[in-house]
């Protein structure tokens, strides 16, 4: 079993900046492929970014491509999102997730997720 527990969310205002950390416990996730997602109120839970469990490969849902940065201490079985240059549409709680499938945007592959940390963005 993998536990993960999200950190560093909060209020930010447009153009500000976060680090979000998912730390794991339980097995060891450095095998794991690792992912972010966010759910804003009404809609689907969607794809953030992922990285594969050496760091070399990352993957990032279009939107963000250029703002946000995923990396991994796989030392401190932690892995953690930078979000710049935020807009109020990143506004959503952002989930941390594990598999053990290659990168993937499905979140159904991810078998292990945390409870989530609130993103609010002020315009």
């Known amino acids: 079993q993998v536990q993960l527990v999200e950190s560093g969310g909060g209020l930010v205002q447009a153009g500000g900046s976060l680090r979000l950390s998912c730390a794991a416990s339980?097995?060891?996730?450095?095998?794991?492929?690792m992912g972010w997602f966010r759910q804003a109120p009404g809609k689907e839970r969607e794809f953030v970014a992922s990285?594969?469990?050496?760091?070399?490969?990352?993957d990032y849902l279009d939107f963000v491509k250029g703002r946000f940065t995923i990396s991994r201490d796989n030392a401190k079985n932690t892995v953690y999102l930078q979000m710049n240059s935020l807009k109020p549409e990143d506004t959503a709680i952002y989930y941390c997730?594990?598999?053990?499938?290659?990168?993937?945007?499905?979140?159904?592959?991810?078998?292990?997720w945390g409870q989530g940390t609130q993103v609010t963005v002020s315009s």
């Open positions: 997730a594990a598999t053990t499938s290659d990168s993937s945007r499905n979140s159904r592959t991810y078998d292990y």
């Open positions: 990285i594969s469990w050496r760091g070399g490969t990352t």
């Open positions: 339980g097995r060891t996730t450095s095998s794991y492929t």
